[in-house]
């Protein structure tokens, strides 16, 4: 069979969630394949086949469609009209699997899966980012296969949609493996190089849906305020989470990290004292098994698809009720045997979601065609 992957979400220099997503698949197909052939499309006038990242070998190849890589009124139109459709019909595609978006290339004979990781827009009126729901209403039926990552997000598909639910597949994610327990050292390192010398609840995200204003404001009304510090892993609005901080009176206690690498984020999850993550909607929530790899107790929400992936290993609270946020922070800064079984809980719970596994979900849709 062979099988085409959009690949060219990997083609950027800033890690996404959408690329470790891509990423994941990619390589859990790369590392279980055995027959099928895998072309790995980017889109580049000027960057060649070298130049792209992602795996070769073992059927998997690369090729750069010339399509510019920036955005431009027509380039959708273009690339699913035109460039797409050719290029698969030339190379005999038989499954053309595109990891996020709302369209999909106008090819009858090619086997359509999409990936739909969430529905922001409109199930919490997310306006940062917002998806483009028109184009979802005239792309879903046409569909072969809808993958979503949750439970959570097929219901929001069914509710939201008239899609037939036979057409939608739930595949859960993973969590990379660089993602597990720092050694003393690294833990030591990450401290000194941030200036960590007090304990710390850790929190990552900027954009609103990750609920900074609540997790600020919980921390600022929880009674241990002032034996730990927030750290929030944060890359926009830093001024306004500034703000906030300071009309709370706890700028002193809370420290925003910007443009943290891949190997700083595992080093503070190991580091933290308890993840906090109270998030107002996720599709998956891939950052609570990340914490939980990395050996870190999570407070996360009681909200879409957070207790799907959390089960019992992680103190579930309501986002939008500070008090409840700010009760969690106090039960995990005073009570160790409390956060010593939410760690133990993690360690088993996040052994439940595996790249391979989803790796092994995707080959049984794409063997549908």
């Known amino acids: 069979m062979k099988i085409c992957l959009e690949a060219q979400s990997l083609n950027h220099t800033r890690r996404s969630g959408l690329m470790t997503y891509t990423e994941g698949l990619i390589n859990s197909l790369y590392h279980q394949n055995k027959t099928d052939d895998y072309t790995l499309a980017y889109f580049s006038l000027k960057r060649k086949v070298a130049d792209m990242p992602g795996p070769t070998g073992n059927g998997f190849h690369k090729n750069v469609l010339k399509v510019p890589d920036w955005d431009f009124p027509l380039h959708t139109k273009i690339l699913n009209s035109i460039i797409l459709p050719r290029f698969l019909r030339d190379n005999k595609i038989d499954v053309f699997h595109r990891p996020s978006g709302y369209n999909m290339p106008e090819s009858r004979k090619v086997f359509k899966v999409l990936t739909v990781h969430d529905l922001r827009t409109l199930t919490i009126g997310d306006k940062k980012w917002t998806q483009n729901i028109d184009h979802y209403h005239a792309t879903l039926n046409k569909l072969d296969v809808c993958v979503v990552v949750s439970e959570c997000t097929k219901r929001d598909l069914l509710e939201h949609f008239h899609i037939d639910e036979k057409k939608i597949k739930v595949a859960y994610l993973a969590a990379d493996e660089r993602f597990r327990r720092s050694s003393d050292q690294a833990i030591a390192a990450i401290r000194e190089k941030y200036n960590l010398h007090e304990k710390f609840f850790l929190s990552v995200g900027s954009v609103p849906r990750k609920n900074i204003e609540g997790i600020i404001r919980g921390f600022a009304g929880a ?59 996720e599709g998956f929530g891939l950052p609570i098994v990340e914490a939980m790899q990395c050996g870190a107790p999570v407070i996360t929400s009681n909200r879409s698809s957070c207790p799907e992936v959390a089960g019992d290993a992680a ?55």
């Open 223 to 281: 009674k241990v305020r002032n034996d730990y510090i927030l750290i929030l892993s944060c890359n926009q609005d830093i001024e306004k989470y500034t703000q906030w901080a300071e009309s709370l009176n706890i700028s002193s206690r809370v420290r925003i990290l910007q443009q943290l690498s891949d190997q700083d984020m595992v080093d503070l999850y190991s580091a933290c004292h308890c993840f906090l993550f109270p998030s107002l909607y």
């Open 315 to 369: 103190l579930l609270v309501d986002p939008r009720n500070v008090n409840e946020i700010s009760e969690a922070v106090d039960q995990m800064g005073t009570n160790e045997s409390l956060r010593e079984e939410f760690i133990r809980r993690g360690s088993i719970r996040c052994k439940q979601f595996h790249w391979k596994n989803y790796g092994i979900e995707m080959k049984k849709i794409y063997d549908l065609a």
